[in-house]
């Protein structure tokens, strides 16, 4: 890519920041390029690896990403050149966040838990200082735009193909159907990736600078990824979309916006009518012979589709292009004459919204919208929740997150506690893990002061980015501040801060576009002994994830072995994993539960309690606990009547506290055995294999 006339060194400080970037000549600006093409690769990682949700994934990217930032300190001259006053608010705010994450735990007394949590916010925050140290340059950033593109490309093409071409394509059987999610494993995480795509692939075929050709493929996978979005049957991705194309058209005010356009909507509507009327795709059996055809139409369409799109805009930017760009640099309106059309514009849509009646129709949504009923499917017919304003059920778990947060405003009940919460006082029995918005589960799990931190971080991305989007270089912070916009506000109603496939992007873009404005020096140029101590702590923070990675992989084969009925292979995996990370109550359950196999109710019992010390808020252990007591003999009752205390909706307790209320030795251990297997059998424990 060419870097433009506004991005070439004006003065000797610049060129010693360029110098700072490039200690190495061409070899360190390759490398810049490769580290901007990063957040993409990490895109398609995460997203073939359940979306970076489960512990693993986060804390090997953490090692990876350590090591990258190590030999950057080690290696270049400046490595703290990118790292601006506003970076730097960011970074302390990012890392106040972790830091009180994993303080929690002297709160919640579940440290397990928050070592997790503690590991993917430091994951963020390494993100956030890695792209932060690099003074990016146009050219840098565009690297990054189009490698997000790639990225996000590759994961949304191989759902949307598993879905229209399921014999090229074929998912796992434990894989939803109704919604597509397939590769991230959930539909709304997909649906987000894709508006992402969609914001940025606007950008790209509508920015007059590109290059030709990524104007063209950009245009053509635009349709693509629309489809994509469709058939996850996101609503609050397909909003937050919108309003993320309104902010990019609003922030660059391009001349290439109706190239853009004219290349990209027409075949974009196009095959979303198409998908929209193959309704067998959205059934739980997508692929029975009359859906397989559907999906071979789908699939033609969008063949079809990708290509118009592509000519019309290398058409486009061949015979208009060039006219456009002569256009951009003449004079632009006056003041007082923009304010004249823009007050007419108001007043032109205030009228029509007025005549069309809609603010009845908004404030009988809203209505709808705050009652939580669930969206209606018409049968089963999922196009029918497009138009649909209900909140499936969300303002419950946002009113439990609130109650929890009026208990506890000063520090919340510790990080990743927001599920005993929601077992607790959950209005009907409705199985979640997260309040499905980052800014009240935050309320609810670190309190005020953890919610102030998450609001700094940003509020001081999308602050940073919008001040940048004013200058020369508005189309590629327009788009950047048009993507965050986009996953600041999914991130208000879904939990995306979970899943880094969409999340890791965000703090990528974030630490590379808020880097210093030209002409300013190099930065800060740390002696060999500062840069010691710098690559000693790093090595220090690879311990957690270190730890993590041996834990997890171990207690996964464990669960696989305690499911698949072989108790000496997943005893032995249990207390492997134990000896990796102690504080995790899972490893004691998978023990507890082989011990009850195996007859020892005494080891049962004893492992059931550590496993109980180790997180003693959740229903889980001391159900188990109640199991295993009753096993040996020993009364149940109290450790029974706890669990239905903490989760009063979940089967297990309610049967285990009915038939355990007898006062009856022979009664518990009678009993015992039945209940143990209705356990084995349920999909409700954290030990069912994931």
Known sequence: MRANAVDRPAAPVAREAMKSEAPAGTSGRRAITALMLLPGALVVFTGFNAGGYFPATPAILVVVLTQILLVRVIRARHPFAGIAPVTLVAIVAAGSYALETLASALWSHAVGRALVEFDRAWLYLLVLALFGTVRASARDLRWLIGGLLVGVSVVCLAGLTSRVLPGVWHTAPNVANQRLSYPVTYWNTLGLLAALGIVLAFHLASALHEPRVVRVLAAAVTPLLAATLFFTFSRGAMVAGAAGLVVYVLA????GLVSGAVATLPGTAALVAVAYHANLLDTVEPTTPG???????????AGICAAGCAGVRLLLAVAVDPRLGRRSGRARLGRTARRTMLAGATAAAVAAILALGVPATVAHDWSRFISGAAPSTSHG?????????SNDGRTDLWRVAMNGFSASPLHGYGAAMY???????????VYTVNAHSLYLQTMAELGIVGLALVLVVVAVVLVGLAARARGTRRL??????????????????DWDWEMPVVTLGFFAAAGAALSPRAGR???????????????ALGLLTLVVPVLIIGSQRRLDDAERALYGSGCTRAVAAARASSRWLDMRPEPYEIVGFCALEGGHDGQAVAAMEK???????????????ALAQASAGVDPRRAAEEALRMNPFEPLTRQAAKVLRTSSRGAWIGRASALRAAALASNDLSTVPS
Do not use: C, K, N
């Not at 660059?252 to 001349?255: E, G, H, L, Y």
């Open 381 to 389: 017919d999922l196009r029918a929740r497009l138009t649909d304003p």
């Open 252 to 255: 660059t005010r391009s001349s």
């Open 291 to 301: 859906a397989v055809a559907q999906g071979h139409r789908v699939a033609l369409a």
């Open 419 to 429: 599920q005993t919460l929601w077992d607790r006082h959950r209005p009907a029995f």
């Open 611 to 625: 496993a109980v010390s180790r997180d003693p808020g959740s229903w889980e252990t001391h159900y188990a606990l």
């Open 521 to 535: 020096g190099p930065g800060w140029r740390p002696p060999a002994a500062a840069r010691a101590v710098l690559v």
């Open 476 to 493: 590629i912070y327009g788009a950047l501040l048009a993507a965050a916009v986009v996953w600041a506000l999914r991130a208000g109603v």
